[in-house]
């Protein structure tokens, strides 16, 4: 049974949870995710072309994730034994190893939980007439509280290493009170907190630079003694 969710789910709101059937077996998804991060990607049908080199593509970069504490699971709108041929089929053309569970929505009731509902395009529907899913992407904090979403059209494949680049922002964001330029990837140099003084600034980030009052940049080489 599908969590009553709220009328929509924004940067921030509890990630609805749920009961389902996937690839790998029942699960509760808040029990899923536990203490780890959480990326849950949705694609709208098994046996899509480009849905199959995104699944590939997360399944190469899964060390990465779990590396992060990131747990990855995917979502269609197909049942259990579709999700398993399609997987043999991921596994041959990208010449990799699905591990992570691929969640069974055949009724698209997490779909509609978690508004995955392309309302747009009218006619991307299946034989049945029932909208497809887009291509969304929620990254879930261990808090179970939302902190990412993106929606790709169908025709659109996503960018894996954003995804991944996106948590390292987060997780940095997170332990040292910064935020991220455009374009940052780990190593380079973050942005002081808003929240965080100059007084402050001094003892937590020593080697800061204040580039305007309101963009001050520093390197993380020297650790953060919160």
């Not at 899923?32 to 699944?55: A, K, Q």
């Not at 269609?76 to 398993?84: E, F, I, L, Y």
């Amino acid at each position: 049974m599908i969590n009553q969710r709220p009328a929509t789910l924004r940067l921030g709101s509890q990630a609805p949870n749920f009961d389902a059937a996937t690839s790998t077996g029942p699960i509760n998804f808040h029990d899923f995710i536990g203490d780890s991060w959480c990326v849950l990607f949705s694609h709208p049908d098994d046996f899509t072309p480009v849905c199959t080199t995104e699944l590939g593509a997360f399944a190469k970069l899964e060390p990465e994730f779990t590396k992060r504490g990131v747990k990855l699971i995917g979502l269609s709108a197909n049942k259990v034994d579709s999700h398993k041929a399609w997987i043999k089929d991921i596994n041959e053309i990208s010449q990799t190893n699905v591990l992570f569970p691929i969640i069974a929505d055949h009724n698209r009731k997490i779909a509609h939980a978690y508004d995955m509902i392309d309302y747009q395009d009218t006619t991307n529907v299946d034989e049945k007439g029932q909208a497809f899913t887009i291509r969304s992407v929620f990254i879930i904090d261990p808090k179970k509280t939302i902190r990412l979403i993106l929606s790709y059209p169908a025709s659109t494949g996503r960018n894996t290493a954003e995804v991944l680049r996106v948590v390292d922002s987060l997780q940095t964001g997170d332990r040292n009170r910064v935020t991220t330029p455009i374009n940052w990837i780990p190593g380079q140099d973050v942005i002081v907190h808003p929240s965080v003084s100059n007084e402050e600034a001094k003892s937590l980030f020593p080697e800061f630079r204040v580039i305007k009052p309101y963009l001050r940049m520093t390197p993380l080489e020297i650790k953060s003694k919160l």
